[in-house]
């Protein structure tokens, strides 16, 4: 499904991905595609088991050209770089692209929230950012998707007939107009196009 045909006054500066179950899968599938001089950062929220370390962001980062790695307090968002959110954290991106950690409440019954994440980046970025969703049961991500669209940000989300799980991105599709709606094989090939402006929608 395409969106509006929205002209872009302003690149986009940062992709937000929230996915739950199937989307170790998916996040394999989106970020193998991406180019290592992809020109933005990319934050990530997995559902994880929250009582174990993980090894996802080793295993994702063996297999992306882009540097995977799990998000630390603090820091500061660059290109070419995925932060995945550490089990059992929220993570929020506050003005000039540092990330914050959070112990906060589980929201729908999930921490890390990708709900929490997209309305952290919606306040921030604004129409600079891209919010994707993938595969995963529960309506995680439907309400961000919100807050992204009223502060001007593009939707992309897999396509629910389409992916392992359509819990999410159904729920996505059922808050907001998506900006486009996609099969995972042709998602990393639009966040290309849409952030070095040779897509628009």
């Keep these: 499904m395409l969106g509006l045909n929205r002209s872009r006054a302003v690149p986009y500066e940062i992709v937000a991905i929230g996915t739950s179950a199937g989307g170790v899968k998916a996040l394999v599938t989106v970020l193998g595609a991406l180019p290592a001089d992809f020109p933005v950062p990319l934050v990530i929220v997995q559902h994880l088991d929250p009582h174990h370390d993980t090894v996802l962001a080793e295993i994702l980062d063996r297999r992306s050209p882009l540097r995977v790695k799990l998000a ?14 550490p089990p059992d954290r929220h993570l929020l991106v506050a003005p000039g692209g540092k990330l914050v950690l959070s112990k906060g409440d589980k ?13 952290s980046v919606a306040e921030v970025y604004g129409p600079t950012a891209l919010f994707c969703v993938l ?5 995680d991500g439907s309400k961000g998707a919100k807050a992204a669209m009223s502060h001007g940000g ?4 897999e396509d629910p007939s389409t992916a392992e799980f359509k819990g999410m991105p159904q729920a996505v599709a059922n808050a907001v107009a998506v900006d486009l709606m996609l099969p995972l094989k042709d998602i990393a090939g639009a966040l ?10």
């Design 72 to 85: 630390e307090p603090g820091e500061v968002a660059a290109g070419g770089v995925a932060y995945l959110a």
């Design 135 to 139: 595969t995963g049961t529960g309506f």
């Design 107 to 119: 929201v729908r019954f999930v921490r890390p929230s990708a709900d929490l994440l997209f309305e």
């Design 154 to 157: 593009t939707v992309v989300a």
């Design 192 to 201: 290309v196009a849409l952030t070095d402006g040779t897509r628009s929608l």
